[in-house]
């Protein structure tokens, strides 16, 4: 299963995401946290909960019109590794957009999670 997000492509289903110990997809992206922290390492003051409180998370599915073929590598790299047990984990595929906003005629769902 081939998860997308607006600014991201995982190669793992999202339920993995949930339990991934580097970061928690689902509760804020990776960079949000990243300039979150710097900010609060400068000025001491917390930026990420007024981020979540205003944000709902969501997964966006999208087309992707530009072709990405080390997508396919990490998905098959993904299911190799758990289909001989392992847990998959670091078979994360990213995805950038180079600067080039999603069109909305892009999207094909967008699915709202809750908050844990």
């Not at 998860?3 to 580097?22: M, N």
């Not at 758990?82 to 967008?110: K, M, N, W, Y």
Request: net charge neutral.
């Amino acid at each position: 299963m081939i998860s997308c997000g607006s600014r991201s492509r995982s190669a793992v289903p999202i339920e993995y995401l949930k339990d991934a110990a580097q970061v928690d997809y689902l509760q804020s992206p990776e960079t949000i946290e990243d300039i979150c922290e710097c900010y609060a390492m400068v000025f001491n003051r917390s930026l990420i909960l007024a981020y979540r409180r205003a944000t709902e998370p969501c997964v966006v599915k999208f087309v992707d019109i530009r072709p990405e073929p080390d997508c396919m590598v990490s998905a098959a790299a993904f299911l190799h590794d758990c289909a001989r047990g392992g847990t998959g984990r670091g078979v994360i595929h990213g995805f950038d957009s180079c600067g080039v906003p999603i069109r909305p005629e892009q999207i094909l769902s967008t699915t709202w999670l809750r908050r844990r």
